[in-house]
């Protein structure tokens, strides 16, 4: 009897573990200065949690949010009608009308490359995983430009698995 209810709570404390580290994957995916990485390192060398579990579940929160952001951009209300009108035309005699084209030639070619999948999926996917371009913008780029949402979600998500758990594998062999 003993043994049936330590297994009971063992495998509550596992679901515990893991809705607590979904929660903070999502808060920390919209709130930059909520680090998932400090909440791995700390479940793995206190030893109080199990990091792997930890880290699956940081890693579904944090691509619950970030498709959220995604989808928020995407979906913003009055999107639709700016996507078609023309920018206003700038003087590029000047230093600030250069800047503001640089501007737009550079926004352009990221959503661009960010639609194709030969550049969006592995952009994406390096930037879950490794952090370089910020998850963060990649987000918010991706949810401009014409990527879908499933290719965008499996790919966060198969990135941040990877970080995570890898994360929490390298604090769990000390």
Do not use: C
């Not at 930890?54 to 996507?83: C, E, W």
């Not at 030969?118 to 371009?133: C, N």
């Amino acid at each position: 009897m003993a043994t049936v209810l330590v297994a009971h709570s063992l495998d509550v404390m596992w679901v515990w573990q893991l809705l607590l580290a979904v929660g903070f994957g999502i808060g920390s995916a919209v709130i930059p200065v909520m680090n998932a990485e400090a909440y791995v390192l700390g479940v793995g060398v206190s030893g109080a949690l199990d990091p792997v579990v930890a880290a699956i579940g940081v890693s579904v929160g944090q691509t619950i949010g970030k498709v959220a952001m995604f989808l928020a951009v995407r979906y913003r209300p009055g999107y639709a009608a700016r996507k078609s009108k023309e920018p206003k035309p700038v003087d590029l005699e000047t230093r600030w009308g250069r800047f503001v084209q640089w501007n737009r030639d550079l926004s352009k070619r990221l959503l661009d490359a960010m639609s194709d999948r030969r550049w969006g999926i592995p952009v994406t996917l390096l930037s879950a995983s490794v952090g370089i371009p910020p998850l963060y913008g990649v987000a918010i780029i991706g949810g401009a430009s014409r990527m879908g949402v499933v290719t965008f979600t499996l790919s966060v998500l198969a990135g941040r698995t990877a970080r995570f758990v890898l994360l929490a594998l390298g604090v769990s062999l000390f």
